[in-house]
């Protein structure tokens, strides 16, 4: 599972059966409910790994919202015990928009090039 951390919304992908390749799922508010959305996802999906955006400033170093994307790990791996990887997501909105146009499935697009990101290193 990518998981694409905003402040305002998420979004979410995940990859095909055989775990080579990623696809956008969709995207849900960031609110209150969002851990028992995602965990809601991973047991319908049956995930065995999540991947986050880590989320990093122009010079490399943890921005706001990675304090919060560091909570929602934690939160998941309390809740799941699965395992939760950071992958690099600087550019990933952009990188979508060139893809597709500016849609509202943006942000499921771009975790899902975070995912892919993260199952291209795996290879």
């Known amino acids: 599972m990518g998981i694409d951390y905003g402040t305002k ?4 992908a995940f990859t095909d059966e055989s775990g080579l390749m990623a696809f956008p799922h ?3 508010p960031n609110s209150a409910k969002l851990l028992d959305v995602i965990i809601g996802l991973i047991n319908d999906k049956r995930v065995g790994e999540i991947v986050i955006g880590h989320s990093l400033n122009k010079n490399g170093q943890p ?5 919060a994307v560091e909570a929602l790990m934690l939160d998941i791996t309390l809740a799941t015990g699965l395992p939760v990887h950071l ?3 600087q550019f ?3 990188a979508a928009i060139r893809l597709q146009g500016k849609t509202a499935d943006t942000d499921a697009s771009a975790a899902a ?3 892919d990101g993260y199952l291209t290193k795996k290879k």
């Open 92 to 94: 990933t909105t952009q």
């Open 87 to 89: 992958e690099p997501e």
């Open 63 to 67: 921005n706001a919202v990675h304090v």
């Open 9 to 12: 919304k998420v979004g979410i």
């Open 113 to 115: 090039l975070i995912l």
């Open 26 to 28: 969709g995207v849900v």
